[in-house]
């Protein structure tokens, strides 16, 4: 647990520390989400996620008015191969676009391919997930898709706060820190954008299970190294249907 919380801090501070003097802009919404995992067979499960991201107030910054609005629209359908249950594979194609409902929209599509190793460390489950993208960026100019790849490592702590497992009706504690890495394309940085979530959830019986946290998002903005702020409310609704019944291993997803 301690080298999570220096892992996390290092990564927050790397970030902050990237330019001091910047014009950063600083913003605060929510962003709803809802996650469907299902077993397929006995190796293959598939998962569904889909997200919007609000900002949820006015503002005007330097005399530049930031209207309240939806920043991005997600969807992104995986299939996933689970070796055991600590180790699985996965790949999709994922559907972006940005500010969906303005006529300053652009479309992102993109595909990727991930690994995911967890592990327990007491009663809680540490995961490591690395993912590498293939992404095609919508240029509203020119019409054109240039092609651009990125690498995202996330390290995540979920531990149950009843009991030794997170059974029915019970609450649990989850926290996680994700890097991003812009490799080859058009980029601002390298190292481009950086999350940190945590987050309590309540596993149901018949429902699924309900998380909300808060999410901070750092973005580097532009060549100047200018950051945005993301404050964000993350309300997740976590689901899981089965095609294939048994036999059932855990999947650690997303």
Do not use: C
């Amino acid at each position: 647990m301690r080298n999570v919380r220096i892992y996390l801090l290092s990564a927050i501070f790397l970030f902050f520390t990237l330019n001091i003097a910047a014009q950063n802009l600083a913003f605060y919404g929510l962003l709803p989400a809802w996650n469907q995992t299902g077993r397929i067979s006995n190796k293959f499960s598939y998962n569904f996620f889909i997200s919007t991201t609000i900002d949820a107030f006015d503002r005007t910054i330097d005399n530049i008015k930031y209207p309240a609005m939806d920043f991005q629209l997600y969807i992104q359908p995986s299939i996933i191969y689970v070796h055991n249950a600590n180790f699985n594979l996965a790949a999709s194609y994922t559907y972006q676009r940005n500010n969906p409902f303005t006529a300053n929209y652009s479309n992102e599509h993109r595909l990727w391919q991930q690994a995911i190793y967890s592990h327990r460390i007491g009663k809680s489950r540490m995961a490591h997930r690395l993912r590498f993208e293939e992404r095609f960026i919508e240029d509203r100019l020119t019409g054109q898709y240039p092609f651009s790849t990125r690498l995202r490592y996330q390290i995540s702590f979920k531990m149950p706060l009843q009991g030794k497992t997170i059974d029915n009706n019970e609450f649990y504690f989850n926290t996680y820190n994700e890097s991003y890495l812009s490799l080859t394309g058009n980029k601002n940085a390298v190292y481009s954008e950086n999350w940190t979530y945590a987050g309590f959830g309540f596993n149901t019986t018949k429902a699924g299970s309900i998380e909300i946290g808060y999410l901070f998002q750092v973005l580097v903005r532009d060549p100047q190294k200018d950051l945005r702020f993301l404050n964000l409310v993350q309300i997740m609704w976590i689901t899981s249907f089965d095609f294939k019944k048994k036999p059932k291993i855990p999947i650690t997803t997303l």
